[in-house]
């Protein structure tokens, strides 16, 4: 296979990588900079700028220098939130794709990324002397199919081969774990960057990294308390707020001070004319930024219960925490996993680089050059399919190691049904209704007696999280396939609403199940007991026949009252009233037929 390159496409800075004699190593520009700052600036007057000098110009051209692109990848216009326009540049949503607007002219977030692509690319071949054209990229854990896809194709516009899409903290496990592969250990990954925030749990076990589960928000990062500090700085200086071009000076030194106080306790800010007439001067320490840093930090705490519950761990299980993602620099972010974790976390990585050389691992593994190790990720929410009564029937639960595939048998609801509508959802609530509806098709047979025809409904999720479903009818083997690759373009928060509404709705869902499943057997049993005295009607003694039309009364009336303990008792009182009549059918059945 040929050599593949592994990249983190980040919010606010990219890294590109590749295994040289065994060994990960981060390739670095011109100037010596491994980190390219994710960003590109368009000015009317030249071609486009990516990375460090981009980054130069955002302070003087905060209209035309795009930055954060990631959190618009594969999104559509009323999938943005207010805070998503929160950026110096001009965002268009009212095509079916969120666009950046620069100069009159349309960018597409994949079209932005694709440049940022480019320049690593051309950084990478600079530095190996030859061409590159294989990649592995990685996302965030939580990114659906549609920002995975938008993604693939940004590589394959900067003219990659994009050989595999990798989640971000399964990345940087792998960075991590390659020199303890004999251990069993369970890992946490702290992954907050600058706009997304990851927490996983991880296993690794002979050689194989498991996730157990994920979690994560991807607008939750450095970038708020960015936005948070600056807020605070321009506090005394109204004038400043309706200015983007103070602003995105301002957001540039903000960002320098707040590194500075990773290391150091205070940082003072000047930037002399910073509106052409102000001369701003601040000082900041590190208690007040920690302050100002704290809420943003504080919401990634119930993501990290979360995940736990969803491993089905306790912090005492965990054997390692790893921290991933430049703003875990910063003390009290250590500080605060450690208090969450109830463990001091493992620091020997370099947070800015660790899922850049899982990357780089990865393209590895697949490119030949480093062998024995699997990675298997999971998937964030349930997948299934709508059956009789509006039930979601789960084909696919939460948390499901990937790739995989599962499938099952289904069957008519009606005499001479000729097609079946194969509506595909996603979602943890037991109503079809509830969950999200991913895509729907319909697959046509023959005519057959209701409950003779059998669809083969199978789910393949492959390793880059794309489903694709598969409707085959068993009896002509006619089949259908329908990737689902772009169908869901879901925000992170609608993923975590989903989660808190099934934990909350669960009684009155479940409820619901019970009910509908009991009036579903209740129209099954009403039919076949009608159609049932109709032929052994003669035969059958008045007492039984009374009994039976007590029950089926009793049935009726159980219906009416919606309670569905009720109708459970109901429906098991008629059909143990019903045995004997089952058992009659059965042997004047025989009996036409001849046997004795
Ligand atoms: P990443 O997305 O992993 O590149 O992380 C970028 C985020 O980390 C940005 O918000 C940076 O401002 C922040 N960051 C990088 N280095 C530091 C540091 N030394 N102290 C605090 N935050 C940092």
Redesign the pocket.
């Given at each position: 296979m040929d050599e593949i390159v592994g990249i983190d496409l980040?919010?606010?800075?990219s890294l590109i990588g590749i295994m040289d004699a065994g060994f990960p190593i981060l390739l670095a520009d011109a100037d010596g900079a491994r980190?390219t700052p994710s960003v590109v600036a368009l000015p009317e007057d030249g071609p486009p700028l990516v990375g460090s000098p981009a980054q130069r110009m955002r302070a003087l051209r905060p209209r035309e220098t795009i930055y954060s692109i990631k959190r618009f990848m594969g999104l559509r216009g009323d999938d943005l939130r207010d805070e998503d326009m929160d950026v110096s540049y001009e965002i268009d949503r009212s095509g079916a794709q969120v666009s950046a607007r620069v100069n009159g002219q349309r960018y597409s977030p994949e079209e932005i990324s694709a440049l940022i692509l480019g320049k690593l690319k051309a950084n990478a071949e600079a530095a190996l002397g030859h061409a590159v054209s294989h990649a592995v990229i990685t996302v965030p854990a939580y990114f659906n199919d549609a920002q995975r896809s938008a993604t693939k194709r940004a590589g394959e516009l900067a003219g990659f081969a994009v050989e595999r899409i990798v989640n971000e903290p399964t990345a940087a496990a792998l960075a991590y774990g390659l020199d303890k592969l004999s251990t069993r250990a369970k890992i946490a990954v702290y992954d907050l960057?600058?706009?997304?925030f990851d927490i996983s749990i991880l296993e690794l076990n002979n050689a194989v990294f498991e996730v157990l589960a994920t979690n994560g928000n991807t607008h939750l990062?450095?970038?708020d308390?960015?936005t948070a500090l600056i807020r605070h700085l321009i506090q005394n200086h109204d004038h400043l707020a309706a200015n983007p071009e103070a602003i995105s000076r301002l957001r540039e030194a903000a960002?320098a001070a707040?590194?500075k106080?990773?290391?150091e306790e205070f940082a003072t800010i000047e930037i002399p004319f910073l509106d052409g007439e102000t001369n701003f001067s601040a000082t900041i320490s590190r208690a007040e930024l920690e302050q100002l840093g704290r809420p943003v930090i504080e919401r990634t705490r119930a993501h990290c219960r979360r995940v736990l519950a969803d491993a089905k761990l306790e912090p005492a299980d965990l054997d390692e925490v790893i921290l991933?993602?430049?703003?875990t620099?910063?003390p009290f972010v250590r500080q605060f996993v450690a208090e969450v974790f109830g463990r001091e976390p493992n620091v020997t990585q370099n947070?800015?680089e660790t899922?850049a050389i899982g990357a780089t691992i990865q393209a590895g593994i697949l490119s030949g050059a480093v062998r024995d190790v699997v990675l298997l990720d999971v998937t964030p929410l349930s997948l299934g399919i709508e059956t009789f009564g509006g039930l979601m029937n789960v084909i696919i639960p939460r948390n499901s190691t990937i790739p995989i595939k599962a499938g099952e048998m289904f069957t008519t609801a009606v005499h001479n049904q000729r097609s079946m509508s194969i509506k595909v959802l996603q979602g943890e609530r037991e109503m079809a209704k509830d969950n999200w509806t991913l895509g729907q098709f319909e697959i046509e047979f023959e005519a057959a007696p209701k409950g003779i025809a059998r669809v083969g409904v199978q789910f393949e999720i492959d390793v880059n999280g794309i489903l694709h479903v598969l409707a085959r009818d068993t009896r002509t083997g006619s089949e259908k396939v329908v990737a689902l690759q772009s169908a869901i373009d879901v925000s992170d928060e609608a993923v975590e609403a989903m989660i808190g509404d099934s934990l909350e709705h669960a009684f009155t869902d479940m409820a619901e199940r019970v009910w509908t499943e009991a009036e579903l057997k209740s129209n099954e049993m009403l039919a076949a007991v009608d159609a049932a005295l109709l032929l052994v009607n003669e035969d059958l003694e008045p007492a039984m026949r009374d009994t039976i039309l007590q029950r089926v009364s009793d049935v009726r009336a159980a219906l009416r009252s919606r309670e569905a303990k009720r109708l459970k008792d109901a429906n098991d009182a008629l059909d143990r009233a019903t045995e004997t009549l089952a058992a009659r059918i059965v042997a004047k059945a025989l009996e036409s037929a001849g046997t004795p």
């Open positions: 980040g919010t606010t800075n980190l960057g600058g706009g997304t990062g450095g970038d308390i960015d960002i707040k590194h106080l990773s290391s991933v993602g430049g703003v620099r910063m947070p800015d899922v």
